[in-house]
């Protein structure tokens, strides 16, 4: 049993549908594999304890889906499974539209917010009897719908996306997350904040962006140490007018963390060109 959503973990899915297929022996039955969007993204902004809300509710929602048709169990982080016993891919398409379409929405704080889910599924015997060549392919056409932009369902369609699996590991979330500096992009013009990563929560002192973004401000100019605000207002002035696209420039200063204490930092701006946003500052920070 899954302590968190209180449905089965992966060892019980697995016992429960071993049982299944050892007293139906041939029987239909589709196996899907579903997790959450964005996940990662999600925690960083709103706090481990609003994804724990998250996983339990999606936990709840696939059970009333179910309801006693076959079994559900969390496989381990935002990924959970379902088996839909005595059905093949034709007769369970209502319980996954019914999953997929559900109302995903939690209230934090006063503030309604909505996720989305991604969902792949095969069918026994078209796909195979073992449980392992199911999952796989399962498994496979769950990645054809993050390829395809995500909150969708997909039946397995034999296509082999394994070439793509790696390129889609690295998610410009999941890159900028581990560059090992504290990353901040902002609009030039206001410096409005439009990204950071967790290098930059961490060097300010910050659980989640929910809780920066609440104190700063959204302006990146806000994390600077007061007695060298006014130095640092000049020199972005100056660079924001002057700076060309690729130059890197060097600014050393000091800023506030979350309880209050100044940290030294060596920063690097560059100015870039995006084809959505038009010109924006990328700066790194690391510790002086």
């Known amino acids: ?20 297929l050892a007293e139906h022996e041939g ?13 990662k ?8 304890q609003v994804g724990d809300q998250v996983l339990k509710q999606v936990a709840r929602g696939l059970e009333e889906a179910v309801a006693g048709r076959g079994l ?17 891919a034709a007769a369970s398409q209502p319980v996954i539209q019914q999953i997929l379409t559900a ?34 392919r399962a498994d496979e056409a769950l990645y054809e719908v993050k390829l395809s932009g995500k909150s969708g369902a997909q039946y397995y369609s034999g296509e082999n996306s394994r070439p793509l699996r790696a390129q889609l590991g690295f998610t410009l ?13 902002y609009r030039p013009e206001n410096g409005r904040i439009l990204f950071v990563n967790q290098g930059t929560l961490r060097l300010l002192g910050y659980d989640n962006l929910w809780d920066f973004f ?25 660079f924001t007018a002057e700076a060309a696209v690729g130059d890197i420039h060097k ?33 790194t920070l690391t510790t002086a």
């Not at 029987?27 to 996940?39: G, H, Q, Y």
């Open 251 to 283: 600014l050393n200063y000091r800023v506030v963390t979350q309880d209050g204490k100044e940290v030294a930092v060596k920063a690097n701006f560059s100015m870039v060109d995006n084809p959505h946003y038009g010109k924006l500052v990328y700066q």
């Open 173 to 185: 979330h999941d890159i900028a997350a581990n560059i090992p500096a504290a990353l901040l992009i």
């Open 1 to 20: 049993m899954d302590a968190l959503t209180q449905i089965s973990n992966r060892l019980g899915f697995d016992q429960q549908l071993d049982r299944f």
């Open 41 to 48: 993204l999600f925690n960083d902004l709103y706090g481990h």
């Open 214 to 238: 609440g104190k700063v401000n959204t302006r990146a100019i806000h994390v600077v140490a007061p007695a060298d605000l006014d130095r640092v207002k000049v020199w972005l002035d100056r």
């Open 103 to 136: 109302e995903h929405q939690i209230v934090y704080q006063g503030q309604r917010i909505n996720y989305s889910l991604s969902i792949g599924y095969a069918d026994s015997p078209k796909h195979g009897r073992q449980l392992s060549s199911l999952v796989r």
């Open 72 to 88: 559900v169990g969390r496989t381990g982080g935002d990924e959970f499974m379902l088996a839909l016993l005595g059905l093949d």
């Open 27 to 39: 029987a239909s039955f589709t196996l899907a594999m579903i997790d959450v969007d964005d996940f």
